[in-house]
Each structure stands twice: as C-alpha cells, then as structure tokens.
C-alpha cells in the first residue's frame, strides 16, 4: 500500500511569513495527526483528525497555527505567521482507528525559520 | 496523564554486542506501548507494540521489549547489533483502548560500532 505522502520535504522561509504543509494519509485511514519535532526532542501532537472532525487540538498554538481536513482524506497545516522557534519537522501520520494500531508515518517537512 | 522517560540519550555498542534501550512509562490507564526508529531525514517507522497479551514483544529487525507492569518499563533490546541498526528510538505510549494520542519520549541516539 502507498504511504502517508507530505510536501514539501524542506521549506525555508523568514519569520513572520507564512507556510502550508500537505498531507495525504494511508487511504482508508480514519485517524490524521501532525507531529511537531524540534530536533533533538520527541514528536509532540499538535493537532488529530478523526474524519474530518478534530479530535485534539489542545496543543496547537492556535494564535499563529491552524489545520484542516477536507472531506476527511487529506490535510494542510499552516503557520503564519512563522517564528524562529517553529522550526522543525513537521511529520504527518495516520492510523486506521486511534492509535491502538500504530501509526503510519510520512517522511516529513523540515521547516527551517530564518 | 501520560508520560515517557528513555534513560540514556545517547547508547553506543560495538557490533555484535547486545543493544539495550530503556524506557519507562507514566499512565494512569493500563498501556499501550510502543517502539519507533527514525533514520535522517525520514519519518518514523514501528519497530513494535503491546496492546494486551504475551508481555515480551517481538518485532522487525530482530528487536524485542517486555511489558513490566510492576516496573512500568518496557526496554528495547537486541542480542546482537548491526551497523544498520545505527538511527534514533523512540519509544511511545497510549492510553489504551481509548485511542487516544500517542506520548513520545526523547529518543535514544543509537550508534553502532564496528
């Protein structure tokens, strides 16, 4: 089966600009979340998708993130506008019910802030 | 709540050695647990997991961890390493069947000798 697919692989913007990351999930798969990794750090939630209703978005920084999930299959995350301490790599993943199963990674966006 | 702790944030072993990872867990529901490895520049791929069942897990390149619930620890090894094995780990846990997020630690830089 085809992977989690993200684009771009590697952005570079400066601060105060804005960005989008995109994501399609493993098709079929119910659950969509976004990962923030700061590097040298553990990925940390900052939105999950069941469908095209969010589940939890208690840790996304909703002054300067936002995310969507049209039709309950692909998503965008965008900042703007970005900060010096967004950059990272922002990874995308998806399971088929919660996160019993495991997830499904992709291979990220490394977002650089200059 | 929900927590990881991997002790050691970097392990290096020679070739050939056993690889031992720790990592311990925080939940206030019976767990699932989980092993992930990440190589630059990509995503993260599931090495293994415990749901519910046989408490010693085996998984993908050789790897095996087992459940202690008196310990709350759920240790990564492997009997012998290889040069490939060389990437970063992280381990994860879940609340069980809610389904809810996953909780990372910080990894384990595993460097392999030869």
């Known amino acids: 089966e085809a992977g989690v697919a993200q684009s771009p692989r590697y952005k570079i913007i400066e601060k105060r600009q804005s960005v989008a990351f995109w994501c399609n999930p493993i098709?079929?798969?119910?659950?969509l979340y976004w990962y923030q990794q700061i590097l040298g750090q553990g990925p940390k939630l900052l939105i999950q998708f069941q469908n095209n209703g969010v589940v939890d978005d208690s840790q996304l920084p909703k002054d300067r993130f936002s995310a969507e999930r049209l039709k309950g299959v692909d998503s965008t995350l965008k900042i703007q506008p970005a900060k010096l301490e967004d950059s990272a790599v922002y990874l995308c993943a998806s399971s088929l019910v919660g996160s019993n199963y495991g997830y499904t990674f992709g291979s990220g966006t490394r977002l650089t802030v200059v | 709540a929900q927590s990881v702790t991997q002790l050691g944030s970097h392990v290096s072993v020679s070739e050939g050695a056993l690889v031992l990872l720790r990592c311990n867990y925080s939940s206030s529901v019976p767990p699932y647990l989980f092993w992930y490895v990440q190589y630059p520049n990509q995503g993260l791929q599931l090495l293994l997991k415990y749901t519910t069942g046989a408490t010693l897990v085996k998984g993908i390149n050789g790897f095996e961890a087992e459940f202690k619930k008196s310990e709350t620890s759920f240790h990564l090894t492997k009997p012998s390493a290889h040069m490939s094995d060389a990437a970063e780990y992280f381990c994860a846990v879940s609340e069980g069947t809610s389904g809810s997020r996953l909780t990372f630690g910080e990894g384990t830089q595993l460097t392999v000798n030869p």
């Open positions: 098709s079929g798969h119910a659950t």
